[in-house]
């Protein structure tokens, strides 16, 4: 896998070079409309970005947002987090009015060295996600056709087996930019020099993913603490009333299975907050784990939890956390988050990796300085892949095993 330093060393004045970042960043709503919640997906790409432009290249910037159909969709265009970099850049950046068609085209054919131009969203093109490999190449030709070069700094979506990810390395010399190296250099550090007692935290609420981290973890971990909406399929699985929460029901065998496997490693949570209703304003009330009222659903895990996860977590020197607590984007249901994200910072001696794009700006939200963590990671789907051991297509690409 070649550095960026070396398409740098190589000088890059007046050439074109096509820079894959992941700025799929959250927005919320505001009273002028929708806003960015938390930009250090963006700030995470400014190295790269400020690099190339130093050196002279037309940077041909391209992201995913959200997961538009295949087709334009207003509501996830890239122009307000076009409108952000070049505040935090402090030059202009164009936005084109579209991926690789005329807008586009125009926009890189009448860049000066050193100007940035980011692409329309990449997912408002059908080909970039697609299975056929014939409609995805068609795509990668078309952005392959913008530059000179390649460069992929989107480590949040390595995990993806997409034509800006994938298909286009083999299409143009590719180089992988500062973040993924420096993310990927995290990742085996995790794998391959753990320190122990290693403790990992779950939550979240994309349950399936996680079960086969789980499972791939299992051998290799002390402690592994599951909370959010993750937590109640394995309460179903312990036989415990869990009232209307998050579940999946077909994943309650498999949860069984794991728990009966896992030696007493799982720690589960022991109080939940379970509230009336999924809203902001909710009536809710402490009640255990073992108890959640059949009109009820758990938003939070309760104080006793967030006691024994900390306790759980005392001694660790290898901690990585992923997915929130509750739903922490209700202030009524942010304490577990609060209150594991402050536990997993306060640890004297371990080296604490925060990943995911939920649980990175859960911490910046509720306040928690970046520099209380060893290392928090841009990629949630992408660092548990990892962590499973599945092979990245982002990476293979970068190996030279994308084949046009
Ligand atoms: N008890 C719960 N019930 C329902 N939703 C929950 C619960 N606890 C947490 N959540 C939700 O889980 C979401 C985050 O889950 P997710 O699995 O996507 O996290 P992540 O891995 O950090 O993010 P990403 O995969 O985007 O990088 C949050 O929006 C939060 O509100
Ligand atoms: O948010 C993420 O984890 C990455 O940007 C990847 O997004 P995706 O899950 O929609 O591919």
């Not at 949040?156 to 993924?180: C, T």
């Not at 993310?183 to 020099?193: A, Q």
């Not at 939550?203 to 959010?228: C, E, F, N, Q, T």
């Not at 006691?307 to 739903?327: E, I, K, S």
Request: glycine share 12%; charged share 20%.
């Amino acid at each position: 896998m070649r550095p960026l330093d070396e398409l740098l060393a190589e000088g890059v004045k007046g050439r074109r070079v096509l820079v894959r970042a992941d700025l799929n960043v959250p927005f919320a709503d505001a009273d002028g409309g929708r806003v960015i919640a938390d930009d250090g997906r963006i700030r995470a790409a400014l190295p790269t970005v400020t690099a190339l432009r130093d050196a002279g290249a037309v940077v041909v910037l391209c992201s995913h947002l959200g997961r538009p159909p295949g087709a334009p969709d207003p509501a996830l265009t890239l122009a307000p987090v076009a409108a952000r970099l070049g505040e935090l850049l402090g030059a202009d950046v164009t936005c084109a009015g579209d991926t690789v068609g005329p807008s586009a085209r125009s926009a890189v054919a009448g860049a000066a060295p050193g100007a940035v131009v980011l692409l329309e969203n990449l997912r408002f093109n059908p080909g970039e996600t697609s299975r056929d490999d014939g409609q995805r190449g068609a795509f990668a030709d078309a952005l392959a056709g913008l530059a000179d070069a390649y460069v992929d700094d989107a480590f949040g979506a390595v995990h993806r087996r997409h034509a800006s990810v994938f298909d286009v390395a083999a299409r143009l010399p590719h180089f992988a930019g500062g973040l993924v190296l420096a993310e990927l250099d995290v990742l085996r550090r995790l794998t391959e020099s753990a320190a122990h007692p290693y403790a990992v935290v779950l939550g979240g609420s994309k349950v399936s993913d996680k079960l086969a981290v789980i499972r791939a973890l299992l051998p290799r971990v002390d402690r592994l603490l599951v909370g959010g909406g993750m937590c109640f399929t394995f309460l179903r699985a312990q036989g415990h009333e869990i009232g209307r929460s998050l579940v999946e029901d077909d994943m309650v065998a498999t949860c069984r299975d794991l728990l009966d496997q896992a030696e007493g490693k799982i720690v589960l949570p022991a109080d939940i907050v379970a509230a009336t209703a999924f809203a902001a304003d909710a009536d809710h009330a402490v009640v255990p784990a073992d108890a959640i009222p059949a009109d009820r659903l758990g938003l939070d895990i309760g104080p006793a939890s967030v006691a024994a996860f900390t306790a759980a977590l005392q001694g660790a020197r290898t901690v990585f956390w992923n997915g929130p607590m509750g739903v922490f984007e209700m202030p009524a249901f942010a304490a577990g988050t609060r209150g594991v994200a402050e536990a997993v910072a306060d640890l004297g001696g371990a080296f604490t990796v925060v990943g995911g794009g939920d649980s990175a700006a859960a911490v910046r939200a509720l306040g928690i300085a970046d520099a209380r963590f060893g290392h928090i990671s841009t990629g949630g789907g992408a660092s548990l892949e990892y962590l499973e051991g599945k092979s990245l297509p982002g990476v293979a690409a970068l190996h030279g095993k994308a084949h046009a």
